[in-house]
């Protein structure tokens, strides 16, 4: 299984294991960068933790409080959806229902 975290972050398993991979940025611009392991987890759900931490502390330190706070709800968002999928309650293709406003 693989699930995409963003264009950089991945999560996949084999059959003994969870593992976050990042891409790699090749030096020349016309090759295409490669998937490298960065940790090993016993199961999905340290394994979605430790990416989703690891999204956290990348947030820039040049931003208000507001903007990390709204960067940090948008990756929690990110990471709710992804315990769904793997907890089966939701589908790979669902997308989120907008908001009906007043």
């Known amino acids: 299984m693989i699930i995409p975290i ?3 972050k991945r999560i996949r398993s084999d059959a003994h294991q969870w593992i976050i991979d990042t891409k790699t940025t090749p030096k020349d611009d016309a090759k295409e960068g490669d998937w490298s392991a960065q940790t090993y987890h016993s199961n999905p759900i340290d394994a979605i933790e430790r ?3 690891g999204d956290i502390r990348d947030i820039p330190d040049v931003l208000s409080l507001s903007e990390a706070l709204a ?5 929690f968002e ?3 959806d992804i315990l769904l999928l793997v907890a089966g ?4 293709t669902e997308t989120k229902k907008p908001r009906r406003t007043k």
């Open 78 to 80: 990110r990471y709710k």
């Open 6 to 8: 963003h264009e950089k």
């Open 51 to 53: 990416a989703c931490a």
């Open 71 to 75: 960067q940090v709800r948008e990756i």
């Open 89 to 92: 309650e939701k589908k790979p």
